[in-house]
């Protein structure tokens, strides 16, 4: 097999990986040799008795912060072994996460992720090694390795191989940049609530172009900011002749922010 998508991840819980990624299609995925996993561990790159990989901060305050020397040997041995892609430190002061950026790292070697803990990492080795910042939400973890998970469960499922390709992928190009259009199964009544009576028609061009209709109207109500030029276009094009223009939302229809 060719050289397989790489994700290295420096953590002081290597045991937190591949955790519920090998549970999932990711996992089968790398049972399948798509791609590699090597969580490494920072303690391994300490040089006193007790491993130790923070300290306290210069001007005072709260909590450790995680020593810049234990973190540049950890990163400088995972390069000597190979280790591609960016370096990437996960917080919540990084820039936001989107598929725009998941669809850059997914089609690169991999990355090599540092995950933080305490009250982060001493700012001069993200500096001289030019780590990426990135967040995937406006939140605070305890760590950086849930993000870290986050991170790769979004990457690997774009690899060629890993989602059942064809269909998926001509959906979600189908959908771009909109959000999901619902879904239904069985039973045809649940609770009194029927199954949009369009599906069960075998009408393929009309049901496309309903779930185009649906998709459109769910993202003008919940996330305006998402409706580009270019998706309202993209979706435009889609549209079965004859269909519904979309309209500008009253601000009084929309959802609250
Ligand atoms: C903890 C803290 C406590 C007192 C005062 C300031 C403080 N800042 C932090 C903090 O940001 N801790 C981080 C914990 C340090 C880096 C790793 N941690 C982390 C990463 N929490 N949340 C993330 C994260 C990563 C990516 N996207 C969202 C959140």
Redo the contacts with the bound molecule.
């Keep these: 097999m060719s050289t397989p998508w790489i994700a290295t991840v420096l953590t002081i819980f290597p045991e937190m990986f591949p955790g519920p990624l090998g549970h999932s299609l990711a996992g089968k995925a790398l049972e399948r040799g798509i791609w590699r996993l090597d969580a490494v561990n920072l303690r391994d790159f300490t040089t006193d008795r007790h491993r130790t990989v923070d300290d306290a901060p210069f001007g005072g ?3 450790m912060v995680m020593r810049p020397d234990v973190i540049a040997r950890a990163v400088d041995a995972v390069r000597a072994r190979g280790a591609p892609g960016p370096l990437i430190y ?5 820039e936001r ?1 989107d598929q725009t950026i998941v669809r850059e790292l997914a089609s690169g070697p991999g990355f090599v992720a540092l ?7 001493d700012e001069r080795v993200l500096e001289a090694r030019a780590f990426r910042e ?11 390795e849930l ?1 870290a998970l986050v991170l790769i469960d979004a990457c690997v499922r774009l690899l060629p191989g890993v989602v059942g390709e064809a269909a998926s992928l001509e959906e979600e190009s189908f959908a771009q940049g909109l959000l999901e259009y619902p879904h239904y199964t069985r039973p045809q009544e649940f609770e009194g609530r029927r199954v949009p009576e369009v599906l069960l028609s075998g009408h393929h061009a009309r049901i496309r172009a309903w779930r185009l209709e649906r998709a459109l109207e769910i993202t003008r109500r919940r996330r305006p900011d998402l409706l580009t030029a270019r998706a309202v276009a993209a979706c435009c094009a889609a549209r079965e002749p004859g269909a519904a223009e979309p309209r500008p939302t009253a601000s009084t229809e929309r959802d609250p922010p």
């Design positions: 305050g709260a909590g996960l917080s919540p002061r990084g996460l995950c933080g803990r305490f009250e982060g990492v990135l967040s995937i939400g406006d939140y605070v973890l305890s760590g950086g993000a």
